[in-house]
């Protein structure tokens, strides 16, 4: 399967803010849509083995800031190519928290929805919630970043796939850390993880 087909199909870009008890998290999705109008609700997907998911099943709220045009590529490498069990997410951003205690940015952000899980779905790699939007207000005049205009203007081209004097031994997802030990990595490969494409893995380079 030509897995660059599936880029092809329109996506937003998110910041997906969650809490449990008085801990506070964050990731990247790029899976939103509204599924009905009374009352609101949207569905979202996320990686099952995020700790931002493990979080939302547990308190079963969470918040999303729909990225804006001015997004910069650091704001999406530090909510979406890190992990919240090893880094607070929220150190170096300014953010708020909506009346259920869950975090969003301020900056960067067109919009925010303030959402409850009214129910959920397990699909392999990712876990699907539908939820009921409690709230929602405008944030910015700016127009959202689609998945698409990320891929062209706001991610950094592919790191080349070498080092001078140093061997490629492996292959690590820069989502889930899922590593493959082979020297070549097919152009079609999907993590089995978290199901990111090739373009998400960075070499494993020799001592």
């Known amino acids: 399967m030509d897995q660059k087909a599936m880029y092809s199909l329109s996506y937003g ?37 995020n700790l931002t998911c493990e979080m939302i099943k547990e308190s079963g709220v969470f918040s999303l800031s729909v990225l804006d045009k001015s997004c910069t590529f650091d704001t999406i490498k530090n909510f979406g190519y890190s992990s919240g069990r090893s880094v607070d997410k929220f150190r170096d951003f300014k953010y708020e928290k909506d ?6 940015i301020t900056e960067q952000v067109c919009a ?52 001078e004097h140093k061997k490629i031994i492996g292959w690590r997802c820069k989502i889930c850390g899922y590593e493959l030990m082979e020297e070549i990595l097919p152009e079609d490969f999907i993590c089995p993880m978290c199901g990111h494409p090739a373009e998400d893995f960075e070499p494993i380079y020799e001592q």
């Open 13 to 49: 870009v998110f910041v997906l803010g969650t809490k449990s008890g008085d801990r506070i998290n964050a990731c990247i999705t790029n899976t939103c849509f509204q599924t009905a109008a009374g009352p609101v609700r949207i569905a979202i997907s996320v990686i099952s083995q």
């Open 112 to 163: 925010v929805l303030k959402c409850k899980v009214t129910a959920s779905m397990e699909l392999g790699s990712h876990t699907l919630f539908v939820a009921e939007v409690q709230d929602a207000k405008t944030i910015s005049s700016l127009a959202p970043l689609t998945y698409a205009e990320y891929q062209k203007n706001v991610k950094p081209e592919k790191a080349g796939q070498s080092r």
């Open 99 to 104: 009346s259920n205690g869950c975090p969003y």
